[in-house]
């Protein structure tokens, strides 16, 4: 039986994609395994999908965290770090890719995946989760804060931005990996971003939602977002406060830390419009001090099902929530904080279903009015009218594209 190791770092939104792809490859009759940070180890299991913990927990990113700016590590110290997490990442996957027959990384933070498949003769692919994290002259490349990078400017041109962005990954990480690489014996590394991209990435993104921009360019496979089926019934709590009447909307930044008084924000900004809250608590977490009958808190739930059942949703833009709100046809409110997010914020103004907030740090007044914008009617119909062309098989087509492939 042929095996298949699946590796990642991140939080939920670069998990569950992996574990969706692990799920139908086990129907197709493979066996997978799957490293992830040790946050997920119980989640993972829940799908009965052997688990390797690799990393620090991912949890501490999700931290609430004043928003003054950290000082910036030095040079050294983050090549030192680079180093650190470089070797940490060689000796897991290693262990994890012992009898596997395929290595399939995700996130471009994995800088000793492809050496290990290397190492091991076995067959590496690099699946990006967002259009933005490949090289293309269409978009700027996505800022890396464990470097200490900071968004661009609007005015920059793509082709300097990401000529200094690809010096900053080699700076930072072609020394050590390079080092790596001698000891085992295998040639040194020009690029280390063509190194762990390949010449021929995946893109595990809807191409309606988040189409590869550059035809053209490189030869990129996009099969599609990955989506988990999710068939639980909603809390019944959940449930009562929905049919109690007058429209609700939904809060939530799953994974990733949260901008200080969202929640307070949110309130004051959903009853502006007339509206009713539920909120996910989240890793943040997100909580009420005092209960208030049109808010509601609730813990991990069907978001595929609660979707469907409110007038809007507020969250952080991560993948994963973006395409689930665009698949349940319902408008959205993008508060991007970092990495990605400001991409699919950007997409989800450009498309008309749902509106960008301006700033990660909303206030009650600009998130009444990025709300007031969405739940237009327009903006609504928009919405319902672009979930039909959101494919759900992407996972699929991509297990059986890595089925053809494995050797014999």
């Given amino acids: 039986m042929k095996r298949v190791l699946l590796s990642t770092l991140g939080s939920r939104g670069d998990v569950q994609p992996l574990v969706a792809l692990a799920a139908r490859l086990k129907a197709l009759g493979l066996q997978t395994r799957l490293c992830a940070p040790p946050d997920f180890a119980r989640w993972v299991a829940t799908f009965k999908i052997p688990f390797v913990p690799v990393g620090p927990p991912w949890r501490r990113s ?20 680079a180093a650190s997490s470089i070797g940490i990442q060689f000796e897991v996957l290693s262990a994890a890719a012992r009898d596997c027959d395929v290595l399939v990384a995700a996130t471009g933070l994995q800088i000793a995946a492809r050496t290990v498949a290397e190492k091991r003769g076995i067959p590496y692919v690099f699946a990006a989760l967002c259009p933005a994290a490949l090289p293309s002259p269409h978009h700027p490349p996505l800022p890396l804060p464990l470097l200490g990078q900071a968004p661009p400017p609007a005015s920059a041109d793509n082709g300097e931005l990401w000529a ?4 900053q990954v080699n700076d930072t990480f072609g020394v050590p990996l390079n080092a790596l690489r001698a000891g085992l014996g295998l040639a040194p590394v020009d690029d280390v971003s063509d190194h762990i991209h390949t010449d021929q990435p995946w893109l595990a993104t809807d191409p309606t939602l988040a189409p590869w921009p550059d035809a053209a360019g490189t030869a990129v496979y996009q099969p599609g977002a990955w989506l988990l089926p999710d068939e639980r019934p909603l809390p019944t709590e959940l449930k009562t406060f929905l049919d109690a009447g007058g429209p609700c909307v939904y809060v939530g930044f799953g994974s990733v830390a949260t901008p200080p008084g969202l929640l307070e924000t949110a309130i004051r900004a959903v009853r502006a ?48 929530t973006t395409t689930t709100a665009a698949r349940a046809g319902t408008p959205q409110v993008v508060i991007p904080q970092v990495y990605d997010q400001h991409y699919f914020a950007r997409r989800v103004s ?39 062309v959101i494919r759900a098989d992407g996972a699929q087509v991509a297990a059986q594209r890595l089925t053809a492939t494995l050797p014999a």
């Avoid at 209960?291 to 994963?320: M, T, Y």
């Fill in 273 to 320: 419009v007339g509206c009713r809250l539920v909120v996910s608590r989240g890793w943040a977490p997100l909580t009420l001090g005092d209960r208030a009958p049109d808010c509601l808190v609730v813990g991990e739930v069907n978001q595929q099902a609660l979707f469907k059942e409110v007038a809007a949703v507020i969250h952080h833009g991560g993948s994963g």
């Fill in 62 to 81: 999700a931290a609430p965290r004043p928003r003054a700016a950290a000082p910036r590590p030095s040079p050294a110290q983050v090549r030192q770090m």
């Fill in 164 to 167: 200094a962005n690809l010096r």
């Fill in 350 to 388: 450009a498309l008309g279903i749902g509106s960008a907030h301006p700033g990660a740090v909303p206030t009650a007044e600009s998130l009444t009015a990025a709300l007031g914008a969405a739940l237009r009617p327009e903006v609504a119909a928009r919405a319902r009218a672009f979930a039909a």
